[in-house]
């Protein structure tokens, strides 16, 4: 099992947005609460540590109190989630550029947009060099060192602005690279992970991400459970992805384009 440990990163870096409402407790009662609530979500205790009073789990992803309590309120019954904001159904170009991307790498990002394409969704992707013309809205493919990738999520109706691929993904091979860029455009179209609420599920440890203060609401129609390899959205990829939609996956996308 490989983790995306840049993925991670990202996802709980969006807890730090909540408030802290609770100001009758003293700084070190408060983290002391934090660090109970995200034992019992599942994190274990030597990921998480305190810095200049800021709670932190996976070394740099801050927690708030308000949301390591959140992580203890969700339902974990449900596979495919979305965030609160999604992009436009009016928005139909939607360009992918990859520019430093080559071998491997530029495969991959070809065979992760074609996935998009072969559902006949709301929008096509369309992957450029320099030109933007025709684009309704564009995200930039960056290359960064490690392996997995981190990305976020829609605002204003429009996808977020840009990827980051590790180039150490591609010793997995095509596939891999494929599965993983087709994960990161889905969080910039509004997915959250299908297994957010038990990131132990694809990951082998972990607990619950929480609303992330983006919201994970429930896509009709989609499966009571998530599972190892069920979904391209699952927090942590394995060597063997396909990088190709599961039913599930595909059934999220066309209910929501």
């Not at 605002?155 to 993983?180: C, F, K, L, M, Q």
């Not at 959250?192 to 607990?207: E, F, P």
Request: aromatic fraction near 6%; include cysteine; glycine fraction near 10%.
């Amino acid at each position: 099992m490989i983790a995306k440990t840049v993925a991670l990163s990202m996802t709980f870096g969006a807890l730090l947005m909540a408030c802290n409402s609770e100001p009758q407790l003293s700084q070190e009662e408060t983290n002391q609460e934090i660090i109970s609530n995200l034992q019992q979500a599942g994190f274990p205790a030597d990921d998480i540590m305190v810095v200049d009073d800021v709670v932190y789990v996976g070394r740099d992803a801050a927690v708030s109190l308000e949301a390591s309590r959140e992580m203890l309120e969700v339902d974990s019954s449900q596979e495919q989630y979305r965030t609160t904001n999604l992009v436009s159904r009016t928005l139909p170009v939607i360009c992918v550029r990859g520019t430093t991307f080559t071998g491997t790498m530029s495969t991959g990002l070809n065979l992760a947009i074609q996935n998009y394409n072969q559902l006949a969704l709301t929008f096509t992707m369309r992957r450029i060099t320099t030109s933007t013309t025709g684009c309704s809205a564009v995200i930039q493919a960056n290359l960064i060192s490690g392996a997995g990738g981190v990305a976020g999520f829609p605002s204003g109706g429009r996808p977020y602005t840009s990827i980051n691929i590790g180039t150490g993904t591609a010793a997995y091979g095509a596939d891999v690279v494929e599965h993983v860029i087709t994960h990161e455009l889905g969080h910039c179209v509004g997915f959250r992970h299908s297994d957010y609420y038990n990131r132990s599920i694809s990951c082998g440890t972990g607990g619950n991400e929480g609303s992330a203060g983006v919201g994970a609401i429930l896509i009709p129609g989609t499966p009571a459970t998530a599972t190892r390899g069920g979904s391209i959205m699952n927090s942590c990829f394995r060597s063997v992805e396909t990088g190709e939609f599961t039913s599930t996956d595909r059934t999220a996308l066309q209910y929501l384009y």
